[in-house]
């Protein structure tokens, strides 16, 4: 599943989900620097503190599963694939669903159970 490259702090199916905590800018690539309150990073402009400078941002694509600076960290919990653009299905658990391929549980295992009368 291809995405779009998504504006600076914004990352996700449709690019509609803004960058994880302390981090920010282009693929989400920023990382605001300790002593940086989370309230005063910005997804889009990192830390708006004058004492503190964040990490430079970092532009390049990174592989399907990763973001971040240097593409280091796992998409966030319960999206996956390119651009972190995948999300895991309701009834796809957190740790069965991978950063890099998506729910590991097939689609019977998770449509819902009724009761027969």
């Known amino acids: 599943m291809l995405h779009a490259t998504c504006v600076p702090g914004y990352f996700g199916p449709n690019c509609t989900m803004i960058c994880p905590p302390n981090t920010f800018g282009d693929s989400c690539g920023g990382r605001c620097l300790p002593g940086c309150f989370v309230k005063d990073c910005h997804h889009v402009f990192g830390c708006s503190q004058n004492d503190t400078k964040p990490l430079p941002k970092v532009s390049q694509a990174c592989k399907p599963g990763y973001f ?3 593409c280091s960290l796992n998409c966030p919990t319960n999206t996956f694939g390119e651009s972190c653009g995948g999300v895991c299905p309701p009834l796809c658990s957190e740790k ?3 950063h890099v391929f998506g729910c590991l549980r097939n689609a019977t295992e998770l449509t ?3 009761n027969s009368v």
């Open 96 to 98: 069965d669903c991978h």
């Open 68 to 70: 971040g600076l240097n």
């Open 112 to 114: 819902p159970k009724t």
